[in-house]
T-cell receptor, first 114, second 114 residues
């Protein structure tokens, strides 16, 4: 079974631009969560989608948004990029039926904002 | 709000020595508890989780963790460290009710000396 894939793996943008990251979950998984990982803040929860609906949201500004498609693939968008948005963005998928379901993580997208 | 505290951002052990990584959570109701490992340039992988039942949980790669409600702790141990255990370890919690939002600790980087 293929794992969670994230594209692109690396991205360089400049301040003020916007970016879209993509995540393909494991087949059969209906939940996708997004996390931002930085050396200073660690892993921070961005949002979680299940069956195309956002079920939970972290404490990030509205510049961070996401969506999920009917095939469970998810995209995350960041508008008006700031230097502080430079981070590793991780996507995780799970079956989604219960909060104790194991999350399977992708390798991440490394975003650098110049 | 739930929080997770990992004592020690860096832990160094000799090969063959006991590994002990500490995790404490704060919530009135014990959450679901997880330990994940992250190797360099990779996503996170689940080591083990506690949901209910036996408080000593065995995971992959010889790791185990014990849930102690009275101490609100879920420390991770391994009797004998291998060089391949060098990685970053994250404790995480998900509430049993009220949402599918996983909170991660800041992480502990484990160094294994030959």
């Amino acid at each position: 079974k293929a794992g969670v894939t994230q594209t692109p793996r690396y991205l360089i943008k400049t301040r003020g631009q916007q970016v879209t990251l993509s995540c393909s979950p494991i087949s059969g998984h209906r939940s996708v969560s997004w996390y931002q990982q930085t050396p200073g803040q660690g892993l921070q929860f961005l949002f979680e989608y299940f069956s195309e609906t956002q079920r939970n949201k972290g404490n990030f500004p509205g510049r961070f948004s996401g969506r999920q498609f009917s095939n469970s693939r998810s995209e995350m968008n960041v508008s008006t990029l700031e230097l502080g948005d430079s981070a590793l963005y991780l996507c995780a998928s799970s079956l989604g039926g219960a909060p104790n379901n194991e999350q399977f993580f992708g390798p991440g997208t490394r975003l650098t904002v110049l | 709000a739930q929080s997770v505290t990992q004592l020690g951002s860096h832990v160094s052990v000799s090969e063959g020595a006991l590994v002990l990584l500490r995790c404490n959570y704060s919530s009135s109701v014990p959450p679901y508890l997880f330990w994940y490992v992250q190797y360099p340039n990779q996503g996170l992988q689940l080591l083990l989780k506690y949901t209910t039942g036996a408080t000593l949980v065995k995971g992959i790669n010889g790791f185990e963790a014990e849930f102690k409600k009275s101490e609100t702790s879920f420390h991770l141990t391994k009797p004998s460290a291998h060089m391949s255990d060098a990685a970053e370890y994250f404790c995480a919690v998900t509430p049993r009710t009220g949402g599918f939002k996983t909170i991660f600790g800041a992480g502990t980087r484990l160094f294994v000396k030959a």
